[in-house]
């Protein structure tokens, strides 16, 4: 399978809807018969696919599984001897997490789209990076839990790579401002899970009554935000906060399933969540599961075309969400725009931040 890197030669927002979907729907179908045909499991999953279209290759009418069915069954498209690394979703103690089964060309595929997306919001130069983290996420390299995953993911892209959270989730300060007279004057990349920048990171400085002058930082965070609405903390108030205490002024989240890690969907500079070329959402009504109007909540499906070695090129989330509109958002990015609103009723709770322990 060559589209990926076809797709290579193009900027991740750059093809309007019509030419993405004509090239994102023949390699998703092109997947989908590949899974059919190695995995057995998902072939029975899916053999009675109540939906059909005149448009072989569309992609709203393309298979898709319930995200729960990662932590019931082992869905792979390879041979075991073929996996070199198990990707572990977030749970609690007591919940039973998702495995993803990752080859070589799946996890290569998966960086260099990360890489493509990322690339055009911070550039391509490496940049000195803080990690509101502890380091003792990544004790197991061969079984990556979803945070550990992500830290792992984005740390690729900073040089001087430090660790602001000791193992019980205490700020060091004296590290940061160290780090920050080292680097006077460069652009910083800080990395963090939404939960852990804002409790451990931006509530420790307003305790400390301690402002840090991290003006020209870019901050990528994602995950967690059930706890910051149960919380009541929207948007706006993290933004303005974090600046009040940091001077971060480029402040991005992102939204992603481990499901499909690398196919990430970025926050744009108007407050909207993209899609880029490597795959697409699509809102489901709660009732009959068909497609929702363009302005209307519904359940989120998450399409990509990285996954090859399992298949979780079409999922079926818990959560909510809602398209805002497609290829004319004031950006300037192609493709649709669109906000998650939280989870349905009852889901497991699963994100990054949500199920931090200390």
């Known amino acids: 399978m060559t589209l990926i890197e076809d797709l290579n030669n193009y900027g991740p927002y750059s093809l309007d809807s019509v030419e993405k979907n004509q090239i994102l729907g023949k390699f998703l179908y092109e997947i989908e018969e590949l899974h059919l045909s190695k995995c057995n499991d998902y072939r029975n999953i899916t053999k009675d696919w109540p939906f059909k279209s005149s448009n072989e290759n569309s992609i709203e009418n393309l298979p898709f599984i319930p995200v729960r069915l990662f932590k019931e069954l082992e869905l792979l498209s390879v041979d075991k001897s073929e996996v070199k690394k198990t990707m572990m979703s977030s749970g609690t103690s007591g919940q039973t997490p998702s495995k993803i089964f990752l080859d070589g060309y799946t996890a290569a595929n998966q960086t260099k789209v990360l890489s493509k997306i990322l690339t055009s919001y911070i550039g391509k130069k490496r940049l000195p990076m803080l990690i509101i983290d502890s380091s003792s996420v990544l004790k197991d390299r061969n079984s990556f839990s979803a945070r550990g995953a992500g830290i792992l993911g984005f740390s690729m892209y900073g040089f001087d790579v430090q660790y602001v959270l000791d193992e019980d989730f205490n700020l060091n300060i004296e590290l940061i401002q160290n780090f920050l007279k080292k680097h006077n004057g460069e652009s910083i990349l800080l990395f963090g899970f939404t939960y ?44 303005k906060s974090l600046f009040e205490n940091t001077g971060i002024q480029k402040v991005y989240n992102y939204y992603g399933l481990v499901e499909q890690t690398g196919s990430i969907f970025m926050e744009c500079e108007e407050g909207y969540l993209h899609s880029s070329i490597y795959s697409d959402i699509i809102i489901r009504n709660h009732q009959d599961y068909s497609v929702a109007s363009i302005g209307k909540e519904g359940l989120v499906q998450l399409v990509s075309c990285l996954p090859t070695s399992y298949p979780g090129h079409s999922i079926l989330t818990e959560d909510l969400g809602t398209i805002i509109g497609i290829d004319d958002c004031n950006c300037g990015r192609k493709g649709k725009y669109f906000t998650i609103s939280g989870r349905i009723k009852d889901a497991e709770v699963r994100g990054c931040s949500d199920t931090i322990q200390k």
């Open 196 to 239: 852990i920048v804002w409790e451990y990171f931006n509530n420790a400085l307003k305790k400390g009554n301690t402002k840090l002058n991290i003006e020209n930082g870019i901050l990528i965070h994602g995950g967690g935000w059930k706890k910051m609405q149960d919380s009541a903390v929207d948007t706006i108030t993290f933004r």
